[in-house]
């Protein structure tokens, strides 16, 4: 199973938010839901700097990402993303991503912002998958 495979494309193209886990100082994870984008490589995610969790993948990049859902008859389907975070500077592909948040979340994300700009105190990390697992799709 990859990112890359069509149905986990098709599944998160369906999906406005996901459960992030990160691993704290003295291991114990922290589970917290995110906005995200996803492409077949990987997941885009934005986050306010100096929070707990941007703290814990600054110190252990590691991460589990989990989506799941419930369909109408009452089946179970989901992804499950473990990888590694890297931040992203500001280059034009980092603006690009911008512009597909504010897409995808309009206009929730300009109410948050204040603008069409992210903000100089949030970060944008990608989530590289090292290992995928799908169920339901």
Do not use: C
Not at 19 to 26: K, M
Not at 32 to 37: E, K
Request: proline share 7%; hydrophobic share 45%; no cysteine.
């Amino acid at each position: 199973m990859s990112l890359t495979d069509a149905a986990v494309q098709r599944y998160l193209s369906t999906k406005e938010v996901v459960v992030l886990a990160t691993l704290q100082a003295d291991g114990a994870p922290l589970a917290m839901p995110m906005w995200f984008l996803h492409d077949p490589a990987s997941l885009t995610m934005i986050s306010v700097d100096g929070l707990q969790k941007v703290k814990n993948l600054r110190r252990d990049p590691r991460v589990s990402v989990a989506a799941e859902s419930v369909g109408a008859n009452k089946e179970i389907s989901g992804v499950i993303v473990q990888g590694r975070a890297e931040f992203l500077q500001d280059t034009p592909e980092r603006r690009a991503l911008v512009e597909r948040f504010l897409a995808k979340y309009h206009p929730r994300l300009e109410k948050l912002w204040g603008g069409r700009s992210m903000p100089p105190n949030r970060v944008m990390f990608r989530i590289v998958p090292s290992k995928i697992r799908s169920w339901g799709l």
